[in-house]
């Protein structure tokens, strides 16, 4: 099966708001595909509709050949699913709960492989409840791996993971993808999104904005690198042409970015505008267009989590 997926004019409402506006796209088998945006794009229902956890109003699904609506009791046994937010039996201990999980499928993982995979081999025999945030999601990212199903459907996974943690998750998910995996992706996090993602899908306000691998994304939006700089005296003054090779400009509060084609040009001009020092220029950084610029500059703010 070359798609795993495909969805056309996905649509959820709940009461009057449109929490997804009619989606179009497909995830290749083997792929780890991203849906990127701000927490009430629509990444969470979409992706629960898929599982066979929320009912769509409208559009047509296909989920490893399935309706999720109607076949759920089946693709259930052949997927795997993190939600945002766990739910754990509080007197149970780690081992017991992956058991538990391990239980309910044909062919499982061996508990004790996945959670050293997860970085729980030392909690094995700790409560749940005893868990912290952090350990709590690598547990639910291992329940979701136990059935060893054929795609993944991972939901904010790093959420709430210090920055060790969240890299040995990476490494967990690219591992998914080596052995043939498919993995659907949720994240608000900019640099998950251009590490893991063979192609993203950037969503806001339920709605797709654009589609592609994050490289292709970046430049098809941007020839320019940034040039970053906190400013006082100066930022208001700034405009595109008045500083070669800018050709668009962005301020969020005191931090001034330049989009530009001539980086050497721009800075030198920066730094030599007033005799250099009174611009008060500060936490000055040069780097290359980012998916968080491609946001940027399709709805005109940035995520936030």
Same mark, same amino acid.
């Given at each position: 099966?070359?798609e ?8 959820k ?6 929490a !997804? ?5 497909? &995830?290749?088998? $083997?792929e ?6 701000p927490?009430g794009?629509?990444?969470s ?7 066979? +956890?929320?009912?769509?109003? #409208?559009?047509? &699904?296909? !989920?490893?050949?399935?309706? *999720?609506?109607t076949?759920?009791k089946?693709l259930?046994?052949?997927?795997g699913?993190q939600?945002?937010? &766990?739910? +754990?039996? *509080?007197r ?6 992956? %058991? ?11 508990p004790a492989?996945?959670?050293s995979?997860?970085g729980?081999?030392?909690?094995a025999?700790?409560?749940t409840?005893?868990?912290?945030g952090g350990?709590?999601?690598? =547990?639910a990212?291992?329940m979701?791996m ?8 991972l ?5 709430g993971?210090? *920055?060790?943690?969240?890299r ?7 591992d ?5 995996k498919t993995v659907v992706?949720?994240?608000h996090?900019?640099?998950? #999104? /251009?590490?893991l993602c063979?192609?993203?899908?950037i ?7 654009a ?5 292709? +994304?970046v430049?098809e ?8 700089? /906190? #400013?006082?005296?100066?930022?208001? /003054?700034l405009a595109p042409g008045?500083? *070669? $090779? ?6 969020? $509060?005191?931090m001034?970015?330049l989009?530009t084609t001539?980086?050497s040009?721009t800075?030198?001009?920066?730094l030599? %505008?007033?005799g250099?020092? /009174?611009?008060g +220029?500060?936490?000055f ?5 980012? =998916?968080?610029d !491609?946001?940027?500059? =399709? ?7």
């Open positions: 099966m070359s795993a997926v495909v969805v056309a004019g996905l649509k409402n709940y009461g009057g708001v449109e !997804v506006a009619g989606v179009d796209f497909t &995830v290749r088998a $083997g780890v595909f991203g849906m990127l945006g927490n794009a629509g990444k229902t979409t992706v629960e509709i898929l599982a066979g +956890l929320r009912r769509r109003d #409208a559009g047509d &699904v296909s !989920v490893l050949g399935l309706d *999720p609506a076949a759920a089946e259930k046994a052949r997927i699913m939600l945002q937010s &766990v739910a +754990l039996y *509080p149970l201990r780690v081992w017991e709960v992956l %058991c538990l999980f391990a239980s309910f499928y044909r062919r499982p993982l061996k492989e996945v959670l995979r997860v729980l081999a030392d909690k025999h700790s409560l409840n005893q868990l912290s350990q709590a999601q690598r =547990l990212i291992a979701a136990i059935g060893d199903g054929e795609l993944l459907f939901d904010e996974p790093t959420t993971l210090d *920055p060790q943690a969240r040995m998750l990476w490494q967990v998910i690219l998914l993808k080596q052995g043939d992706l949720t994240t996090y900019m640099d998950e #999104a /251009e590490r063979d192609r993203v899908a969503i806001d306000h339920g709605r797709i904005i589609l592609g691998s994050p490289r292709d +994304l430049a939006h941007f020839r320019e690198q940034a040039v970053e700089f /906190e #400013a006082h005296g100066l930022s208001a /003054e008045q500083i *070669p $090779g800018v050709t668009r400009i962005e301020r969020n $509060g005191g001034v970015t989009y001539q980086v040009r800075v030198e001009a920066l030599t %505008c007033r250099g020092e /009174e611009t +220029l500060r936490d950084t040069a780097r290359r267009a980012t =998916l968080e !491609v946001f940027l500059k =399709l709805t005109g703010r940035r995520i936030r989590g």
